[in-house]
């Protein structure tokens, strides 16, 4: 079967992975909204405890042996594909078609299992636990950092079918591209130019007009801080930053992981109680592997609740249109008592 392709658009100079394989996934995703009816164990999910031989190649486990807490694996049906995958071909070879561009689609395609039972959901975990998923993030964000083809690691978590979903055992996903796309390019340099213009990090000014202000804080600890950000793009759009100045996810201590697991899940349950568990994506949002270090980016989790669709003046302008001002979301998350589940 043909490996992954990815494909310029030649007037964007957006891109488009091309992956066939991924047309074979299953598609299992019940969306049984009443979590009493969801069981600690499907025969069927390749991710439960003890269908361990169902997945791909094991990458990582945390709690290692037979009780593992965490699972990495890859992912059976990948968007983009190890260098192994092009055979003797020179990766990330360019080829030219007419006045088109594409390049090999390599790069990483892993999944984060994130507990071994079925039924698990990062609003019922122990945060102990979230703080392991986390370490699994950065352990994996580190390592395929130090591989030569990867220019950028994106992580995220599809909750819900309305997400994208395609399986309900409780995962997230990582994704390593082999270039910065046009999206991650744009804000780099526009947090680039308001260095260039001010001497500071956009991010940082942010975070202490938001710390003063108040009035968009969802929640605050020690390291980090959740915001519904002055321009959110939805309904219930959060972003978690940390405090201090870090460009990429690699540079977060192991001392830190407890205190972002704290705020994700702190954010999750609010999200979970006020809107009756909805569908949602996270997606981690960092600096260029190449480019770790730097003084004008500021990484950090973006959630979006998936309450409304993107639509057709959206898609026509690129603008997004939203039906709450997050002051408004802002306070009903800081009033959402967070509950036990
Ligand atoms: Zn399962
Ligand atoms: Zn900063």
């Known amino acids: 079967m043909m490996s992954s392709i990815i494909r310029q658009d030649l007037s964007t100079k957006d891109w488009t992975i091309f992956s066939v394989k991924r047309a074979a996934r ?22 439960c405890l003890g269908n361990e031989e169902k997945t791909p190649e094991e990458i990582l486990l945390i709690n290692g042996g037979k009780d593992w807490s965490v699972r990495v694996v890859g992912n059976k049906y990948p968007a983009v594909e190890a260098r192994e995958a092009f055979g003797d071909r020179y990766y990330n070879r360019r080829h030219i ?45 580190i390592d395929i950092s130090s591989e030569p083809e990867n220019q950028l690691v994106i992580i995220f978590k599809n909750h819900g079918r309305r997400a994208g979903t395609s399986l309900d055992h409780p995962h997230s996903q990582l994704v390593a591209t082999p270039f910065v796309p046009g999206y991650i390019r744009n804000k780099m340099f526009e947090s680039q130019r308001y260095y260039d213009d001010f001497g500071r990090c956009v991010y940082c000014d ?17 390291k980090y801080l959740a915001v519904a950000p002055y321009a959110s793009v939805v309904p219930y759009n959060v972003v978690i930053y940390p405090k201090e100045h870090q460009a990429c996810f690699a540079e977060i201590s192991k001392g830190d992981l407890l205190d972002l697991a704290g705020v994700l899940q702190i954010v999750l349950k609010k999200l979970y109680s006020l809107l009756d568990d909805p569908d949602y994506n996270f997606v981690i949002d960092s600096s260029p592997i190449n480019q770790s270090g730097n003084r004008h980016y500021h990484w950090h989790i973006e959630i979006l609740p998936r309450l409304s669709t993107r639509a057709g003046f959206e898609i026509g302008s690129g603008m997004n ?10 306070e009903n998350l800081r009033n959402q008592k967070v509950q036990v589940l």
């Open 26 to 47: 299953p598609r299992d995703y019940k969306e049984i909204k009443d979590s009493k009816l969801i069981k600690k164990y499907e025969p069927d999910c390749p991710f």
């Open 97 to 141: 078609e007419g006045p088109y561009l594409s390049i090999d689609g390599v790069g990483k395609h892993e999944v984060i299992i994130e507990s071994p039972w079925h039924d698990d959901n990062l609003v019922k975990m122990d945060v102990k636990h979230v703080e392991k998923v986390i370490s699994a993030y950065r352990k994996r964000f």
């Open 206 to 222: 942010i975070i202490d007009y938001e710390m003063k202000s108040k009035e968009r804080l969802v929640h605050v600890n020690d």
């Open 321 to 330: 249109m939203n039906s709450i001002l997050p002051e408004t979301c802002a």
